[in-house]
Nanobody, 121 residues
Framework: QVQLVESGGGLVQAGGSLRLSCAAS????????MGWYRQAPGKQRELVAT???????NYADSVKGRFTISRGNAENTVYLQMNSLKPEDTAVYYC???????????????WGQGTQVTVSS
């Protein structure tokens, strides 16, 4: 089994910054991709940013230039640096990983439990 644990959410004023962290643990052979998604009340979950094991990144247009995704020195960690936050960034942020487990063949998708980010105006 694989677990993803997020941290770093909270309440911040518009224009402020937060840094989210996500650590994957468990029976992992390799991680192909890690990413962040978010879901605001009444809306569908949407992509924020992803990073591949090769370092390629992908961002939603709404966060380009403000958010930066990166992998930690420990391969199983991912960060999301969020700057110039806006009230519309308010959402629950979820970490996702595409994993090759150590004990099974194929790719499996795992989600974290989510962390709340609230941006006040």
């Amino acid at each position: 089994q694989v677990q993803l644990v997020e941290s770093g959410g909270g309440l911040v004023q518009a224009g402020g910054s937060l840094r989210l962290s996500c650590a994957a643990s468990g029976s992992i052979f390799s991680i192909n991709l890690m990413g962040w998604y978010r879901q605001a009340p009444g809306k569908q979950r949407e992509l924020v940013a992803t990073i591949s094991n090769g370092g390629s990144t992908n961002y939603a247009d709404s966060v380009k230039g403000r958010f930066t995704i990166s992998r930690g020195n420990a391969e199983n960690t991912v960060y999301l640096q969020m700057n110039s936050l806006k009230p519309e960034d308010t959402a629950v942020y979820y970490c996702k990983a595409i994993v090759v487990p150590a004990t099974a063949r194929g790719l499996f998708q795992y989600w974290g439990q989510g962390t709340q980010v609230t941006v006040s105006s």
